[in-house]
T-cell receptor, first 115, second 113 residues
Framework: NAGVTQTPKFQVLKTGQSMTLQCAQD?????MSWYRQDPGMGLRLIHY???????DQGEVPNGYNVSRSTTEDFPLRLLSAAPSQTSVYFC??????????????FGAGSRLTVL | DAKTTQPPSMDCAEGRAANLPCNHS???????VYWYRQIHSQGPQYIIH???NNETNEMASLIITEDRKSSTLILPHATLRDTAVYYC??????????????FGSGTRLSIRP
């Protein structure tokens, strides 16, 4: 299994540009989420989804959009990049159903720099 | 806000047991305690989880107090490779919009030779 795949691994943007970070999982997980991690800090939840067609805001949603048209994919869109969005972005997924073992699986991360 | 409180940093001698505490005094009856760790800038990795009972796997042990308001992750024989940031989170198993998972700042564990 590939698990959670994030692309690109590295990206440099100029202020005001838009882009999409891709996240795909092949584990049939219902729940998917995006976190950002600034240097020396913990993970902060941006958006999450409990299933196709359902999304909700996390702790720091401003400046980001998400959609969930399929179970497998959960792209994160930066509408107009700002230097404050320079960070490492992690996508994570889990089964979502009551299973007693609802472990989050993380992607390798996407490092974004906004100049 | 995170539902858990952890010390920002700890250190432990190699070969000794590392005991990482976590306070989750507002935990609900249907919330599990999960532990993850993050080595360097990699994605966090699952370690262990539990609801009420103490749990053990090949990586660690999890001790949950009877009132469930706190827990301790135990790495029985710490090695240099256990140097990482350890996150304690609480999470419901229910499939609902209330299932967002919030990470705090974690505990940075340093293992000294």
């Amino acid at each position: 299994n590939a698990g959670v795949t994030q692309t690109p691994k590295f990206q440099v943007l100029k202020t005001g540009q838009s882009m999409t970070l891709q996240c795909a999982q092949d584990m049939n997980h219902e729940y998917m989420s995006w976190y950002r991690q600034d240097p020396g800090m913990g993970l902060r939840l941006i958006h999450y989804s409990v299933g196709a067609g359902i999304t909700d805001q996390g702790e720091v949603p401003n400046g980001y959009n998400v959609s969930r048209s399929t179970t497998e994919d959960f792209p994160l869109r930066l509408l107009s990049a700002a230097p404050s969005q320079t960070s490492v972005y992690f996508c994570a997924s889990r089964l979502g159903a009551s299973s007693g073992a609802n472990v989050l699986t993380f992607g390798a991360g996407s490092r974004l720099t906004v100049l | 806000d995170a539902k858990t409180t952890q010390p920002p940093s700890m250190d432990c001698a190699e070969g000794r047991a590392a005991n990482l505490p976590c306070n989750h005094s507002t935990i609900s009856g249907n919330e599990y305690v999960y532990w993850y760790r993050q080595i360097h800038s990699q994605g966090p990795q699952y370690i262990i989880h539990g609801l009420k009972n103490n749990e053990t796997n090949e990586m660690a042990s999890l001790i949950i107090t009877e009132d469930r308001k706190s827990s301790t992750l135990i790495l029985p024989h710490a090695t240099l490779r256990d140097t990482a940031v350890y996150y304690c989170i609480v999470s419901t198993e229910e499939y609902s919009s209330a299932s967002k998972i919030i990470f705090g700042s974690g505990t940075r564990l340093s293992i000294r030779p």
